[in-house]
């Protein structure tokens, strides 16, 4: 199933033309995003690699060259959500809420990533479920 969804090819080639300062980080948390759970697939969308399930719930944010960014949405469709908006657990900080249903990560080098992989695979994992 994972085989169907996941489309690395352009993403392969976005990435391979890519200039970017940070760009081996980003190929490190793009890979991090993609073990989170075999569901999750890649594609370009806005602009940058972006990952979904059934809808894009995560895109880079190519903007920053001090920091690698990832904006976690819902996709580009409303959705009716509690009036607190999207819970997930996370113990490490990891989320800088941008909206009730939009929120920003950073991660300042590869050893941040590393660091905090784990807790953000775990926060991905329960992000999915609002989709």
Known sequence: MAGSKRKVENV????????????????????????????????????????????????????????????????????????DGVVVADPAGLLHWLAKDRALVKFADRAAIAARGPALQALLREWIVWL
């Not at 602009?47 to 894009?56: I, T």
């Open 12 to 83: 392969d080639t976005f990435m391979a033309e890519l200039e970017h300062p940070l760009k081996s980080e980003l190929q490190a948390l793009r890979e991090l995003i993609l073990a989170a759970s075999p569901e999750i697939g890649e594609g370009i969308k806005w602009n940058a690699p972006s990952f979904r399930v059934q809808e894009y719930f995560a895109t880079f944010n190519l903007r920053s060259a001090d920091s690698v960014q990832l904006i976690l949405h819902l996709g580009a469709k409303v959705r009716a959500l509690p009036p």
